[in-house]
């Protein structure tokens, strides 16, 4: 697969066949990733707590938000959650907040998943003081946001956005999940 497919590939999955076991060295494998990565003044300040253990998801799933224009949709429900989490966080004391290691780690971590025919989701509304007590994660670390990680149970289309102003995804009466992306011509200026 190439390089394109990869990343057409990659959407921001939100139901997943639970049942499908997320071994932790594929896990490990996908921060590896992540380390090999770009880093700024390669000071490398991102640390990862991995979960894929049905116990710890447990903790993990109700201190997550899930898709926010789907104001009527609370998450994924038994059956269809992460089979696995990676909790990125930062080493405050030697990482700048200014940065975007982050972001970064995140797409390499998120592709190498898609190259294994699996999916996941970056999600940034973390109860994180919740998160921090239950896992007794140090203060020095900040946790950025989690990746869910499983086998895809939705189909997701990228549609082209009509109304300029209107980016919001939405499902259809088959929970086919669209998402809107402007066109290239609406990107690119000069």
Request: with cysteine.
């Amino acid at each position: 697969m190439n390089l394109r497919d990869l990343i057409v590939k990659n959407r921001s999955y939100r139901r997943f066949h639970e049942d499908v076991p997320i071994a932790e060295e594929t896990l490990r494998e996908l921060v590896d990733l992540a380390r090999l990565s770009a880093s700024a003044a390669n000071r490398q300040p991102l640390r990862y707590l991995l979960s894929s253990h049905p116990k710890m998801n447990a903790l993990i799933f109700p201190n997550l938000a899930w898709a926010a224009y789907l104001r009527d949709w609370p998450g994924p429900s038994e059956g269809e959650r992460p089979a696995a989490y990676i909790i990125v966080l930062r080493d405050n004391i030697i990482g700048d907040p200014g940065h975007c290691d982050h972001g970064i780690a995140a797409q390499s971590i998120l592709l190498g998943a898609a190259e294994k025919g699996l999916g996941g989701c970056i999600i940034a509304s973390v109860k994180r003081k919740n998160l921090a007590k239950l896992f007794g994660i140090p203060e020095k670390l900040e946790i950025l946001f989690v990746i869910a990680l499983g086998k895809p149970r939705e189909r997701v289309v990228i549609e082209t956005v009509d109304d300029p102003g209107d980016i919001r995804y939405w499902r259809d009466s088959d929970g086919v999940h669209h998402v809107p992306k402007r066109s290239l011509e609406d990107i690119i200026i000069g």
